[in-house]
């Protein structure tokens, strides 16, 4: 292989410039021509595509975001757009790709890999949802950035008395919720992995006010209920008042942390060297604390690698 390109796609995650830096960084290093695609698999189908040099990716390693943007494409879900994009990576003699993203941009990755283009797969998404991986890039920055509004919420809780719901992003992913609950000394932490009952979060709360807590911080999933929702059952429910914060799109911004910066430098360069060997329709990610790469297919396998033991503490912790 002599030349191939690098895409992110899908929701945006803090360190995919990271990633886009060590891919372009390995890709020169092993001899190879590197180009990016811009606006992820619509660029693709569209030819938007720029070489890469050392210095285009200079002074990027700590910036939020992706420079090489990100999108959601109707047109590469239909075999027609896939067939365009492939044309155009032919066009510009690229062999093989590697896409950083989430687990829809793997799909795509898949199907791009089954009309010959060979695809290696980096995970970034603060939702830490990719089968397969124990950590995805953002993950950590996202954490730490809803640890420091808990921290600056609890202050307000203690110094007031009160309960607050804090909504945190997760559709179908507890992780973050969990994390940061754990992270943050939450005292419910609520989840769509997990069954919850409102009359055992009364009970909790309840139970707290009469050990003398005088104030509570409940984590929610977005995916669970919307904040508002849980505050309006409190009150009609148990008449609890409590206070919402919704952290929204804060989570998905900033300086990725030290070690989404070290993953995403360790993922993107295995990218290369997979698609050096030759070899496409594979992830990257990490078990154990090692940096592993697998068949893509066990992305989309029904396992999951919910935590129970952490939820389990989290319980314990926050009696
Ligand atoms: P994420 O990668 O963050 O999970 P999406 O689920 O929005 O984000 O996926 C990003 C893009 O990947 C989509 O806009 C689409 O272009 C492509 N994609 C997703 N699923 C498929 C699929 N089944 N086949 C082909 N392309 C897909």
Known sequence: MKKIAVLTSGGDAPGMNAAVRAVV?????EGLEVMGVYNGYQGLIEGKFEQLQ???VGDIIQRGGTILRSARSAEFRTLEGREKAVQQLKLHGIEGLVVIGGDGSFRGALELTMLGIPCTCVP???DNDINGTEFTIGFDT???TVIDSIDKIRDTATSHERTFIVEVMGRDAGDLALWAGLAGGAETILLPEEKYEVPTIIERLKSGT???KKHSIIIVAEGVMPAAG??????QEANIETHVSVLGHIQRGGSPSARDRVIASQYGARAVEILKEGRG????GMKNHTIVDYDLQE?????????LELYALSKELSI
């Open 210 to 212: 009469g050990r003398g």
């Open 142 to 144: 996202a954490l730490n």
């Open 54 to 56: 050392l210095g285009s």
């Open 25 to 29: 960084r390995k890709a020169i290093y």
């Open 281 to 284: 329709g594979i992830a990257i």
């Open 299 to 307: 992305v989309f396998e029904e396992n999951s690698d919910w935590d």
């Open 230 to 235: 849980l505050a309006e059952l409190l009150k």
């Open 124 to 126: 970034a998404t603060i």
